[in-house]
């Protein structure tokens, strides 16, 4: 039976997904081969990455100035492609920190150039998201970055940062990546490992204007320079055949969702809304269990949350697993529980969460 899974990270893939993926495993469509067995040059898999990029730019409404490109190194390996595709002749970028992955993005930018903290909520413990009337930007950054969902921390940006013309803005997307829609001629570029909202591990997903494109750094190797993968479609080298189809995949399901007044992307974005209301609701209305987020900046997708009670913790989960709700342990550096409640995580599955939150409390608190 599958259970509820609440991670962070490889996550739950919607169900339908999964049952076509096992259709089509042996023999993809009649061809005779498993979508791993094709040629990635081959008829079959040209088509299956060209639907997937014309299905994304339609839920995403990416216009021809942006290049999609099909990827692998995950968000880690783009923290160093960013300031390696992006610095040109600039010697420093603007960072926000907001948490431990824009931490790490920081920490790893270092490498490659002089990196400006232009606001932090370190010392806010990384419970709110630096207005941008706090913000310290500096005119000379090759770009400034920010990560749009902190998957540790559970924070999120409601809103989007205006940066000038020439300072274009970059994000990590990797856990709200297709939860919403997005305005992205306000960006020039994002990036978003598959494994949250798209898929599974292996693809890494970066968009980015075109005009960005042709000043990396000579050292950058070919296969993870912007500008080569974009001339070549994603094909420079070998790209991850089944993670593309996979997320080929979730775009179809997503795309199921249009509604007659809702696009496809407001219709998921409506519905993470409303799972996101439920849990916080139930955390809130106990003093047993505790959130530590500001209001304003809860993150929809990953819901950190603590009991009371931490020698509970352990008995919160073994119940919780055996009534079918998995991976709700939060993450080690922050202890605690933390639900991911990605598109793929139905209402149903939010709902067995807030029953058990309840039931819980009624028996141990
Ligand atoms: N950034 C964010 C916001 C993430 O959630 C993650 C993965 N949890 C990463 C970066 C790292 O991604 P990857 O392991 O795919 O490189």
Known sequence: ??????????????????????????????????????????????????????????????????????????????????????????????YVDTGAWSSRSIKEARRYCEVNIIASGQADHYTRIPRQSEWHPSAAAAYLHICTNETIGGLEYHWTPETRADIPLVADMSSDFMSRPLEMRRYGLIYAGAQKNAGIAGLTIVIVRRDLLGRSHPLCPS????????????????????????????????????????????????????KARRLYAALDASAFYETRVAREDRSRMNVPFFLAEPRLDELFLAEARERGLAQLKGHKSLGGMRASIYNAMPIAGVDALTDYLRDFERRHG
Not at 237 to 260: D, E, K, M
């Open 1 to 94: 039976m599958r259970v509820y899974n609440f991670s962070a990270g490889p996550a739950t893939v919607p169900e339908e997904v999964l049952q076509i993926a096992a259709a089509e495993m042996i023999d993809w469509h009649g061809c005779g081969m498993s979508v791993m067995e094709m040629s990635h040059r081959g008829r079959e898999f040209t088509e299956i990455a060209t639907r997937a990029q014309a299905d994304l730019r339609q839920l995403l409404g990416i216009s021809s100035d942006f290049a999609v490109l099909f990827m692998q190194g995950g968000a880690i390996a783009q923290n160093a492609l960013v300031p390696l595709n992006l610095l040109g002749q600039r010697k420093s970028a603007d």
């Open 223 to 274: 296969a993870f320079d912007y500008r080569i993968v974009a001339e070549n479609e994603s094909m420079f080298n070998t790209p991850p055949t089944y993670s593309i189809y996979l997320a080929g995949l979730v775009f179809q399901w997503i795309l199921r969702h249009a509604t007659p007044d809702k696009n496809a992307l407001e219709a998921i974005e409506a519905r993470n809304i409303e």
